[in-house]
């Protein structure tokens, strides 16, 4: 049995009465099995507050009953006006929602049963098959990573200048950042709950999730936008989304963010000291964000010999690889970087 803290968590009934909406028109439109969804939010609806774990299905039914019910509202909603589809991705977020509430209704169970037998005060112990960990998470996250993903292509489509893409409409693009800034802050939460160390929890998610540079690409263009006046918060959620995502795909959706943001010029320290704080940490050089890559190439995965000879941050197999990083995205970004502290020796630099 393992020892677990329990994360916060807030409703909003309107947002589930909308999801129900959506979820019935699924149901009746598509016939897909989201029924047992319906269920869990009616017994909320009925109950005024957390239901009894015997509410919810299995985790694994539960799983399954989610991916027909995220993509299906994706799909719905993709048709409909952009005031309908940022109803639809907060529907997405309540359904993914879903696993965290069973937690949280399991752990009122517990604390039940401890307070029945005269425990209260004690520690949660959960077994070890009910615990989320970051495996679980990142299976919880299939659905709406999928969905993500068929996002993404839509929005790079075309790309252009200024924005990583042009295949979507600007308004579009702010709901699905917004629910991947919400998803990402959110995993902090999750390691607590699960009992497992913050360094293995999300090793796990980087390596079992399917499209956490995807989610990250759009948080990156979320800074612009996203209005809260908690800098820390911005700066949390940042680091976790690195932390989630693997360092090759990592990088190279930040080297488009970097060329984004400079249309592929170089870039005067004026213009660098003028960016918002959390943009500068955004656009940080690789290797201090993924220290993976202080030893292998950034652009193919290989070993590497030698480091950009301009900034001397970014690490590569040869020259081929150098040129090739350099005309999709590294211009701009290699003129940011000389703006920092050097990293590496001269003498490893590639000239």
């Known amino acids: 049995m393992v020892p677990v803290r329990l994360a916060p968590f807030s409703w909003d009934q309107a947002n589930a009465d909308i999801c129900k909406d959506f979820l019935r028109a699924i149901l009746r ?44 509202l994706s799909l719905f909603a993709s048709k409909q006006n952009i005031a309908m589809f940022a109803q639809a991705m907060e529907s997405i977020w309540l359904v993914y929602f879903l696993h965290s ?17 005269r425990e209260a005060g004690a520690e949660l112990h959960y077994a070890p098959e009910d615990l989320r960990l970051g495996r679980d998470i990142a299976a919880e996250l299939g659905p709406v990573d999928l969905v993500i993903h068929r996002f993404y292509s839509k929005w790079m489509q075309e790309r252009g200048y200024p924005g990583m893409g042009h295949g979507m409409d600007y308004d579009w693009v702010v709901n699905i950042s917004s629910l991947c800034l919400r998803i990402t802050s959110t995993l902090q939460y999750r390691q607590m709950e699960s009992g497992q160390e913050r360094e293995e929890f999300f090793l796990e998610l980087r390596e079992h999730g399917r499209a956490a540079d995807k989610r990250l690409a759009f948080m990156l263009a ?43 010029n170089l870039v005067r320290l004026g213009r660098f000291e003028a960016l918002p704080l959390p943009v500068r940490l955004a656009i940080r050089p690789p290797t201090d964000i993924w220290p993976e890559l202080q030893k292998m190439c950034v652009w193919c995965g ?50």
């Open 101 to 117: 509430l069973r937690f949280q209704a399991l752990g009122r169970h517990l604390w039940f049963h401890n307070l029945m037998s």
């Open 222 to 264: 979320a800074i612009h936008w996203e209005t809260s006046s908690d800098l820390q918060d911005k700066v949390d959620t940042l680091n976790v989304a690195f932390n989630v995502t693997p360092p090759l795909a990592g990088a190279f959706v930040q080297g488009l963010y970097i060329d984004s943001l400079f249309g592929h």
């Open 302 to 351: 290989a070993e590497s010999t030698k480091s950009c000879g301009e900034c001397r941050r970014i690490r590569y197999c040869g020259r081929v690889c150098q040129i090739r990083h350099w005309r999709e995205s590294h211009k701009p970004a290699c003129s940011t970087y000389k703006f920092l502290p050097d990293s590496l020796p001269a003498s490893e630099s590639i000239a």
């Open 29 to 72: 439109d598509k016939g897909d099995n989201v029924g047992s969804i319906i269920n869990i939010l009616n017994a909320i609806d009925n109950s005024g507050r957390l239901p009894a774990i015997d509410v919810f299905p299995s985790r694994s039914d539960l799983l399954d009953a989610s991916w027909p019910g995220i993509f299906g």
